[in-house]
């Protein structure tokens, strides 16, 4: 069964240091998202992104904040100069189509922890 | 504001019991209703997706069902089973394509 892969599961990195987290979608997909989810909250809608832009954002999903397809696969969110409260597990999920009409599938997560 | 309200914060449910989840939302323009099942460090898993015509969608056993009108959704889940132990997580999509996320059941299964 196809699935939505992230890497790595699990990234430390030091305040102020830039991270980019990787994944790669369902191959039909044309919708990619990204979540976050703090230790104990709940998971929150960062960004979702078609045709190679932005479709929509979050307050939360300011210019620390990017998301870049590279390539026909990857899609990547790039945190600049990461802050101690952006550690959390980050989801990319992905859709044949968007709003909402089909299943969202979600990758298992990326953990980022900022010291 | 657009909120997702589910209760209870946590159930703990004999191995074979049945158990109704609920959510409350005030998500509008509403497009659509999912149900979703986390594990502990895992992504979400979908179980059901409703629309705004849809009252009752059935996935094994798993029930939900949806009243637009007042704002409601429930997850009925038939003959429970250890493996059904994770948090269960109401989403509501607005028609800008726009999610947003309860903070979850947590249900725990015992035998």
């Known amino acids: 069964e196809p699935e939505v892969t992230q890497t790595p599961s699990h990234q430390v990195t030091q305040m102020g240091q830039e991270v980019i987290l990787r994944c790669v979608p369902i191959?039909?997909?044309?919708?990619f998202y990204w979540y976050r989810q703090i230790l104990g909250q709940k998971v929150e809608f960062l960004v979702s992104?078609?045709?190679?832009?932005?479709?929509?954002k979050s307050e939360i999903f300011d210019d620390q904040f990017s998301v870049e397809r590279p390539d026909g696969s990857n899609f990547t969110l790039k945190i600049r100069s990461t802050k101690l409260e952006d550690s959390a597990m980050y989801f990319c999920?992905?859709?044949?189509?968007?709003?909402?009409?089909?299943?969202?599938?979600f990758g298992q997560g990326t953990r980022l922890t900022v010291v | 504001k657009n909120q997702v309200e589910q209760s209870p914060q946590s159930l703990i449910i004999l191995e074979g019991k049945n158990c109704t989840l609920q959510?409350?939302?005030?998500?509008?323009?509403?497009?659509?209703l999912r149900w979703y099942k986390q594990d502990t460090g895992r992504g979400p898993v979908s179980l059901t997706i409703?629309?705004?015509?849809?009252n009752t969608k059935s996935n094994g056993r798993y029930t939900a069902t949806l009243d637009a009108d007042t704002k409601q959704s429930s997850l009925h889940i038939t003959a429970s089973q250890l493996s059904d132990s994770a948090s269960y997580i109401c989403?509501?999509?607005?028609?800008?394509?726009?999610?947003?996320f309860g903070t979850g059941t947590s249900l725990t299964v015992i035998p």
């Open positions: 989403v509501v999509a607005n028609t800008g394509n726009q999610f947003y």
């Open positions: 409703m629309t705004f015509s849809e």
């Open positions: 999920a992905s859709s044949e189509e968007g709003q909402g009409r089909t299943e969202a599938f």
């Open positions: 959510c409350n939302y005030t998500v509008s323009p509403f497009s659509n």
């Open positions: 191959s039909n997909h044309l919708y």
């Open positions: 992104f078609y045709n190679n832009e932005i479709s929509e």
